[in-house]
């Protein structure tokens, strides 16, 4: 195999072609390759509420919607400028499975701008993001829009199949009633989902992070969300998911999916929203007079055994955690988007120079990212 590259944005992604095997080839011509810098350009996300609240009669790609439109008014950047967008999502919705291209087409982005949507679990939108990454230091693209979007509030629930019957296939009046008496009660039953995890300290993670996220919100700090109208139910202006409470009230709750051992709760989960973020090569942002927000440098994926998950992966989110985020059992992709943006956020409030953010994914999955302040 020739070499693979999975760290520096600029060292992204190799041409696709043949590699010499002498090592002193290799790099002679891996120092050949131009690749762009990557920088974010801007970033926005709609207001985080709980499932069966505001959002409940939208759908993911409503959302999604809102989010688009937001940026490009808060950018500034013209529509007609964004080359590609990528957005991630975890529950797909059978009706709008590809909400990217839902959503630019519903938001006024051309309809000759490109749009797929990528699922990871909950670091969808961070696939979304890093995908949008490669293509721009590669040279395909200037310019993406990378985020997620999540709504949990209509998560499409599985007709049983207890009910497939075949009656189609009975060709004979005598063959459809036969297959109509083995009908039972219980096949009108939906298919849950069991959603098994192996940690049972999501709660104590959950009720930290809330306490710090209702502190960011008092004191101002997540100005990264925009409001986002609901047709019918006015604008939502602000989460209303942050809810520090208490260890001896949350496990109180019940058991969303695996009644006997299940640890998800509505306490540690289910807030739905959308965010977005603009991907651009530093001499496109430059060369429309734009000021870059960051650079966005290292990326790492990682995979383990499901059950060490939240033994030392959580760990360094936790650490690492900026002003906003939300770490859940359950966690909707959007957050991540946010997570990124509040990092350069906070390297420029405090004149750092390099951020480092974490998030992990149901499945043993985890995802890093490193990002450096732009010079002022």
Known sequence: MGPQIFYKTSELFLPARSCPSCPEQIEEDLSQIQYKECCSGGWLCTPFCLAGTSYKDLMPCDLAKAAFSSL??????????????????????????????????????????????????????????????????????????????????SVPIRHSRKMSLDLNKAKTLGRQLSLISKFRLNFLLPEFSEVAEFSTKQDEYVLHLHSLTKKAQDEGLLSVIVSCKVPGKGTVTKDNGIHPSSLEQMVKQKHAYIKSYGTITAANSFLTGASAMLIMAEEKDLAMCYKPKAYLRDIWYMSQDPKDLFIWVEKPRLDCLLWRSVTTEVDPCPWDTCLEALAANRLQKEGSQYGFTAACAAGGQDHEMIKEAYPK
């Not at 008014?73 to 291209?101: C, H, M, Q």
């Open 72 to 153: 490009s008014d808060w950018t500034g950047v013209p529509k007609e400028v964004v080359d590609y967008i990528i957005f991630g999502t975890v529950v797909l919705e059978t009706k709008t499975s590809n909400v990217a291209r839902e959503a630019t087409l519903g938001s006024g982005f051309s309809y000759k701008t490109p749009a797929h949507t990528v699922t990871k679990a909950c670091i969808s939108a961070n696939k979304a993001m890093t995908t949008s990454l490669g293509l721009i230091a590669s040279g395909q693209y200037d310019a993406a829009i990378a985020g997620g979007a999540e709504l949990v509030s």
